[in-house]
């Protein structure tokens, strides 16, 4: 026969419960780790990455009891040379952890470039659901043969790119020409854009304020949500929702580092990984939605894109990047797209 459970009995199984958590956590605070990690990301402390990235290893730390100790830097720790100098810090073993976007990863590995295909997605959701299949199984391939382990599952969310300038709105593709576009580093984006008529500037990520500032460049693009905390609303004007590529940050380790970890080391990282990606990509996609309220409120102009004309636009560079990456890259490009 089982015991009744009293509202007492359960008040004391809840408190035991917590107070059995309370003590791992303080057991894992106190045991000397056995790995010592670095993660750096190049967002700020504010963002849903960030608190994603805190919780993952928080839980990992617990789980391992205190033999896994990472420490995260927001901002990439300020390296000079931003996103392509961290990779470089990852694969030489300074940092064992980094999230990163394709268009990044793409000066290593080619294929990776295939993230950021302009109108290609219909939204965050498609694209993140073409990495977890088999368009990202075929990256993850590319990237260790390259010396570079990433996840299953590992795609963390920065949602749909969007433009926002300082000059006038852009409705159609004849409005870039001539715009001065801000791009971070990466061969398709600043293709892209050149295709469309604009001049592309490579700036890195905190720059950006100062070079819309400055009137160094006219515009740059990016999701809704970046726009919001790096305060660009003070020195753009208008936000056409051009929803012209995918931006997300994959997670990726340090091959030596990683290999040689004991199996429920890697299963501790790999399951908090996918947990917290999923739970980020959520927070992601709702405060991006919530940003478009508040930028407006800061004084911005939104208008709708139709990207059929920008498609028409591209067609050459379809077929160059085609060639690019590779028939099975593109098959599996196309195959998502379904």
């Not at 459970?5 to 419960?17: H, K, N």
């Not at 402390?45 to 928080?58: D, F, K, R, V």
């Not at 064992?96 to 950021?116: E, N, R, S």
């Not at 004084?299 to 990207?307: A, I, M, P, R």
Request: charged content about 20%.
């Amino acid at each position: 026969m089982h015991a009744r459970l009293t509202r007492r009995s359960f008040v004391g199984v809840a408190l035991a419960a917590g107070v059995g958590r309370a003590r791992g956590h303080a057991l894992a605070a106190q045991r000397q780790p056995e790995f010592n990690f670095i993660q750096y990301h190049n967002q700020p402390e504010a963002s849903p990455l960030h608190a994603a990235l805190a919780g993952m290893w928080s839980s990992i730390k617990a789980e391992t009891g205190g033999r896994v100790d990472t420490h995260i830097f927001a901002r990439n720790n300020n390296i000079e040379g931003s996103d392509p100098a961290a990779l470089r810090t990852l694969m030489s073993g300074q940092i064992q952890f980094f999230t990163v976007m394709g268009g990044i990863l793409g000066t290593v590995v080619p294929a990776a470039d295939v993230q950021q295909m302009p109108f290609m997605f219909r939204s965050a959701a498609h694209a993140c659901a073409a990495m977890d299949g088999a368009l990202g199984s075929y990256l993850r391939e590319e990237l260790a043969a390259k010396g570079i382990v990433s996840f299953g599952g590992g795609a963390f969310d920065n949602g749909m790119r969007q433009i926002a300038g300082r000059t006038h709105p852009i409705r159609r593709p004849d409005d870039l020409a001539g715009v001065r576009m801000r791009v971070p580093a990466g061969q398709l984006v600043a293709d892209t854009f050149k295709a469309l008529g604009a001049e592309p500037v490579t700036i890195n990520s905190d720059g950006i304020y100062a070079a819309l500032q400055t009137g160094r460049v006219d515009a740059q693009e990016n999701p809704l949500l970046l726009v919001e905390l790096f305060k660009l609303y003070e020195v753009a004007r208008y936000v056409s929702l051009t929803n012209h590529m995918w931006s997300g940050f994959n997670m990726v380790a340090h091959q030596p580092t990683w290999t040689p970890l004991p199996g429920d080391v890697k299963a501790a990282i790999e399951r908090n990984l996918r947990r917290h990606v999923l739970t980020q990509r959520r927070l992601q996609e709702n405060e991006n939605q919530a940003a478009r309220r508040r930028l407006a409120m800061h004084g911005l102009t939104f208008n709708e894109v139709d990207s059929a004309p920008f498609r028409q636009r591209l067609s050459d560079l379809y077929r160059s990047w085609k060639s690019r990456l590779g028939t099975r890259c593109w098959s599996l490009l196309t195959d998502s797209l379904r």
